[in-house]
C-alpha cells in the first residue's frame, strides 16, 4: 500500500473516531448543577467541551481501526469475494 493511501485511510478513520467520541463526556447546562446559561449562549451547549481528550481519544481509536484495516489487508482475512451477497452475475453472449 502506498504511503499516502495509508495516510488518507488514516485520516478518514480519524475523523470519523472523533465524531464517535465527541459525545462521550459532555454535560449541558441541565445537568451540571448551579450553571447559569449566559445571555446569547443555547441551553444545548455543552459547558465541559475539551478538545484536547477528544482529539487524543480520536487517535488512539483511529490507530485501532486502521491496525485493523491494514492488518486485513496484508493478511486478506476479508475480501471483495466475501462482501459478494448476491453471487457473481450472470455471462452474457460476448463473455462479458
Not at 491494514?70 to 482475512?77: G, K, P, V
Request: hydrophobic content about 50%; cysteine-free; glycine content about 6%.
Amino acid at each position: 500500500m502506498n504511503w499516502t493511501s495509508m495516510i488518507a485511510i488514516y485520516t478518514l478513520f480519524w475523523v470519523l473516531s472523533a465524531f464517535l467520541v465527541m459525545p462521550f463526556g459532555l454535560r449541558t447546562p441541565d445537568e451540571v448543577e448551579g450553571h447559569q446559561v449566559q445571555l446569547g449562549h443555547a441551553t444545548s451547549a455543552p459547558v465541559n467541551f475539551r478538545p484536547k481528550l477528544i482529539a487524543m481519544r480520536a487517535t488512539v481509536l483511529a490507530v485501532v481501526l486502521f491496525g485493523a484495516y491494514y492488518a486485513n489487508y496484508a493478511e486478506q482475512w476479508i475480501t471483495t469475494d466475501d462482501l459478494n451477497f448476491f453471487g457473481k452475475p450472470p455471462v452474457d453472449d460476448l463473455g462479458y
